[in-house]
């Protein structure tokens, strides 16, 4: 059997395939203070509740330092592109990756390929709970919204996505929705909070309220705007806003709290 409904008895089964969700995972208050570094020795002297780090560049060490400051640790990892600079790339089969997302080395995967996928990902999500993570940050799960090279639709992503919060949540750690704030509606109830990016430069803040309404955590990174821009509009929603430089090597942080 091919075409559609074989794509729909396939997913349905792995879904089955993933463990029962560990029920102890972290549940991220709605006011939680954090720092986000994806680039050079972390900066693990901010005064914050939890950290957003890359989960294939830091090791357990950093994640039990961290710890022992009585911080949480997000683990930040690519769902929605392959990199080619990471350990796995060569896992990616050249059917899958499409167009590049404007960044050196990465490319649109085809989430419609779930078969191939999954093995990756979970891999990927495995390191970050050996690793001793809190809370995965899914990146890059829009494609269908940017010139992917696939024909893909807003409802494309959505049971990756599922899939992609169920399969952290068996291995004991939260997962964030990160942008595609359009399709909130469909996603706050897999995920335990948002992390967006310059909501407030396109107005798109308001898409992310049903988290806030939920009592989980609004998480937004603003890089062009001043504080003075935005940091009361976030703190009137609720939203945990901060300015912070787009390579986020931690050059500027300048939190609205």
């Given at each position: 059997?091919?075409?559609?409904?074989?794509?729909?008895?396939?997913?349905?089964?792995?879904?089955?395939?993933?463990?029962?969700?560990?029920?102890?995972?972290?549940?991220?208050?709605?006011?939680?203070?954090?720092?986000?570094?994806?680039?050079?020795?972390?900066?693990?002297?901010?005064?914050?509740?939890?950290?957003?780090?890359?989960?294939?560049?830091?090791?357990?060490?950093?994640?039990?330092?961290?710890?022992?400051?009585?911080?949480?640790?997000?683990?930040?990892?690519?769902?929605?592109?392959?990199?080619?600079?990471?350990?796995?790339?060569?896992?990616?089969?050249?059917?899958?990756?499409?167009?590049?997302?404007?960044?050196?080395?990465?490319?649109?995967?085809d989430v419609?390929?779930?078969?191939?996928?999954?093995?990756?990902?979970?891999?990927?999500?495995?390191?970050?709970?050996?690793?001793?993570?809190?809370?995965?940050?899914?990146?890059?799960?829009?494609?269908?919204?940017?010139?992917?090279?696939?024909?893909?639709?807003?409802?494309?992503?959505?049971?990756?996505?599922?899939w992609v919060?169920?399969?952290?949540?068996?291995?004991?750690?939260?997962?964030?929705?990160?942008?595609?704030?359009?399709?909130?509606?469909?996603?706050?109830?897999?995920?335990?909070?948002?992390?967006?990016?310059?909501?407030?430069?396109?107005?798109?803040?308001?898409?992310?309220?049903?988290?806030?309404?939920?009592?989980?955590?609004?998480?937004?990174?603003?890089?062009?705007?001043?504080?003075?821009?935005?940091?009361?509009?976030?703190?009137?929603?609720?939203?945990?806003?901060?300015?912070?430089?787009?390579?986020?090597?931690?050059?500027?942080?300048?939190?609205?709290?």
């Open positions: 059997m091919r075409g559609p409904a074989a794509v729909v008895l396939a997913l349905a089964a792995m879904l089955a395939a993933v463990p029962s969700a560990v029920a102890g995972w972290w549940r991220p208050p709605q006011r939680l203070t954090w720092y986000w570094q994806l680039q050079g020795a972390v900066k693990n002297d901010k005064a914050v509740d939890a950290y957003d780090i890359d989960g294939f560049e830091n090791d357990a060490g950093e994640v039990a330092l961290l710890h022992g400051q009585g911080k949480r640790v997000i683990c930040y990892i690519d769902v929605g592109t392959s990199e080619n600079f990471r350990p796995d790339y060569r896992s990616f089969p050249a059917s899958v990756k499409g167009r590049s997302n404007g960044w050196p080395g990465e490319r649109w995967l419609r390929r779930l078969d191939v996928l999954a093995p990756i990902m979970s891999a990927r999500f495995e390191m970050c709970a050996q690793k001793g993570f809190d809370a995965v940050e899914p990146d890059n799960m829009e494609a269908y919204a940017n010139a992917s090279g696939f024909p893909l639709t807003a409802s494309d992503p959505l049971a990756y996505n599922e919060a169920q399969t952290v949540h068996a291995l004991g750690m939260a997962v964030l929705q990160k942008n595609d704030g359009e399709q909130t509606q469909q996603q706050v109830k897999d995920f335990d909070g948002a992390l967006a990016e310059q909501c407030n430069q396109y107005h798109e803040c308001s898409d992310y309220m049903l988290y806030l309404q939920a009592g989980k955590p609004v998480l937004n990174a603003e890089y062009r705007l001043g504080k003075s821009r935005f940091c009361a509009a976030d703190e009137s929603s609720g939203i945990m806003g901060a300015r912070l430089n787009l390579a986020l090597n931690g050059r500027r942080f300048e939190p609205c709290w």
